[in-house]
């Protein structure tokens, strides 16, 4: 009975902590600093929340080379860039490991959130603190059009790089599609091939390895540069085109898309639906995550206001409305299951399938913003001048060897 009336009485002491919270974050305006696809994509539903909660909250939507920047500076000067941090891409080091973020352990502790329903939460947790909450998910995969393919004499996807390559001259020889592979100019298109055909990228100790002498990641640099030689990859992406745009607008039967791809891919406004599925990645089939993380400035003055307003944005309503306006896949289990058994997910077996085979990159190393950033563009650099691919990779390793000294 002890023992039963403490935890009563821990429920009743977080309950009435929760409550507390709930009040005094009335009456308060806070800030929202996120990238376009991280604003909530429903008004209505952001009003009802400021209506029922008392909170102001004020929209500040910016690219995220901007966010980092903003954050940088305003965090410099002792101030908060905002009270509440939508966090992507280079997030980990740019924002986490710099230490501008809020440890959100005491407020999951309430228990007013259950942390439990939450993938990757382990994503944004450095020696024990979480920094951030989960949004959405995303490894980052490859989809295709099957119709194409099939029209190329094809009926199933390609299992290794070389048959990728095959495929695509094949498909382009029958007149199928001019520019068959539609991947960026970009560091993912490099780490997509390197991890799926094996290369660990980097050791225990961080150092390079994708840059020893016959490292499948040489074989990765090289093969995308021929790609884009032969143009198998159109020449609007080095001119500054986006892959997901091009596909979209029905060039490419070979996509690197990302978890929910298929979703954009075969909407009303695609020229390449309803044909496209994913393809688990070939070989070794390693790709990397890249969840989404929404957390409190450590220098906010309105935290009580801050927590509201995530618990409200990593709820059913918004996390669906992210969904259906982006395809981004929630990271809560009980929404992503919900819409599985409703039939919303479509390639949900796919998806299973790739998440079981992944290779995460150093992305809390408080360098890994700064090289990701030279990694995109040494690669274009290189595709636009008489640097060979292994120029590239032995550069790239140079860079990240005095990246590191610097900030060890």
């Known amino acids: 009975m002890k023992v039963s009336k403490r935890i009563c009485t821990l429920l009743v002491l977080l309950f009435t902590l929760s409550m507390c ?45 901007d966010l980092f920047s903003r954050v940088q500076v305003s965090s410099a000067a002792g101030e908060a860039p905002a009270d509440v941090i939508f966090i992507t891409e280079e997030g980990p080091s740019n924002v986490v490991a710099t230490g501008n973020m809020l440890p959100l ?24 603190d979480v920094f951030a909450i989960p949004t959405y998910l995303q490894l980052v995969m490859m989809d295709y059009n099957s119709a194409r393919l099939a029209e190329a004499g094809y009926d199933a996807p390609p299992t290794t790089w070389a048959e990728v390559d095959e495929m695509s001259r094949a498909i382009r020889d029958a007149g199928v599609d001019d520019h068959p592979i ?10 997509l091939i390197a991890l799926s055909m094996g290369d660990p990228m980097f050791d225990e100790d961080l150092n390079p390895v994708f840059a020893d002498e016959g490292s499948k990641a040489r074989e990765a640099m090289s093969l995308l540069f021929t790609w884009f030689a032969d143009e198998l990859i159109s020449p609007e992406i080095l001119a ?61 003055e309105n935290v009580e206001a801050a927590w509201e307003f995530i618990k409200w944005y990593v709820g059913d309503r918004n996390m669906t409305d992210i969904w259906n306006a982006f395809g981004l896949y929630p990271s809560r289990i009980s929404i992503s299951s919900a819409l599985n058994e ?48 292994d120029d590239v990779i032995d550069a790239l390793a140079e860079e990240w060897n005095s990246l590191k000294e610097e900030y060890e």
């Open 105 to 128: 352990n005491d407020l999951l502790e309430m228990g007013d959130l259950d942390a439990d329903d939450f993938e990757k939460l382990d994503f944004w947790t450095i020696d024990g």
């Open 342 to 389: 409703a039939g919303e997910v479509q390639g949900y077996d796919a998806i299973v399938e790739q998440s079981m085979h992944t290779n995460e990159l150093p992305r809390f190393t408080l360098w890994w913003g700064p090289w990701s950033a030279s990694v995109t563009e040494t690669i274009r650099e290189g595709l636009n001048s008489d640097m060979t691919s």
């Open 182 to 191: 539609a991947m960026g100019s970009i560091n993912w298109s490099w780490w």
């Open 240 to 300: 500054g085109g986006s892959q997901h745009t091009l596909f979209w607008a029905g060039t490419g039967v070979f996509h690197q898309g990302w978890q929910g791809s298929v979703v954009r891919g075969n909407a009303e406004s695609s020229l390449q639906a309803p044909n496209v599925e994913y393809m688990v990645l070939p070989e070794v089939g390693n790709t990397w995550s890249f969840p989404a993380g929404i957390g409190i400035s450590v220098d906010s």
């Open 21 to 65: 919270f709930a009040v005094q974050a009335q009456d308060t305006t806070i800030s929202f600093l996120a990238p376009p696809w991280g604003v909530p994509p429903s008004e209505e539903a952001l009003n009802d929340f400021m209506a029922e909660s008392g909170i102001t909250v004020e929209v500040q939507s910016v690219q995220m080379a």
